[in-house]
């Protein structure tokens, strides 16, 4: 079962605009909310996270948004580049499941010059 | 360079062999986790281990198996080979164990897993 839903699957932006990847998620258990950034042949890489008591977190030019009673969470990278371009997973930590960290099916970012 | 090491790199095989992942992870982590990655299902995980003990197992098939060792360094064994088991696996580590906040899990770079 997927647990967190991820969309877009790819997405293309322009230089300088701005990038929105959106994550919704049902299991009220998940207490954690991490963004990855991978690039192609690496790791994925935590770029930023947010705990559900917080509507909104900003580092540089990312930004998460976060609404609880929605079950709903957003990546905003402001001032698109295009060493942006990578693979974006959001994920959910789970408080006691099995599961540690889930992650949402990615998106794929290509910031055109 | 997340501190996670995995080898090998890349894996060619042939259907039914067996073949065995290692991973070392960042040093002072207990914890160590193994993700499958292919283009169809994401990222999955597969199996958790704590200072040498097995906490969560995910969606791993019984012809995986795992094991962390004493000196922390873990190692996936994928037996009995089959095409659709071609994939990236990554190993993780972290240093608690719990998912509690803050508990960043830093990913290797993977190993290419290819059945032929």
């Known amino acids: 079962q997927q647990q967190v839903k991820q969309s877009p699957q790819s997405l293309i932006v322009q230089k300088g605009g701005i990038s929105i990847i959106n994550c919704a998620y049902e299991n009220t258990a998940f207490d954690y909310f991490p963004w990855y950034q991978q690039f192609p042949g690496k790791g994925p890489a935590l770029l930023i996270a947010?705990?559900?008591?917080?509507s909104e977190k900003k580092e540089g030019r990312f930004t998460i948004s976060f609404n609880k009673s929605a079950k709903q969470f957003s990546l905003h990278i402001m001032d698109s580049q295009p060493g942006d371009s990578a693979t974006y997973f959001c994920a959910a930590h789970h408080r006691e499941g099995a599961q540690k960290l889930v992650f949402g099916q990615g998106t794929r970012l290509t910031i055109n010059p | 360079d997340s501190g996670v090491t995995q080898t090998p790199k890349h894996l060619i095989t042939a259907t039914g062999q067996r073949v065995t992942l290692r991973c070392s992870p960042r040093s002072g982590d207990l914890s160590v986790y193994w993700y499958q990655q292919s283009l169809d299902q994401g990222l999955q995980f597969l199996i958790q281990y704590y200072n040498g003990e097995e906490r969560a197992k995910g969606n791993i098939l019984e012809r995986f198996s795992a094991q962390q060792f004493p000196d922390l360094h873990s190692e996936l064994n994928l037996s009995s080979l089959e095409l659709g088991d071609s994939a990236l696996y990554f190993c993780a580590s972290s240093t608690r164990d719990r998912g509690r906040s803050g508990n960043t899990i830093y990913f290797g770079e993977g190993s290419w897993l290819t059945v032929v």
């Open positions: 947010i705990r559900p008591d917080v």
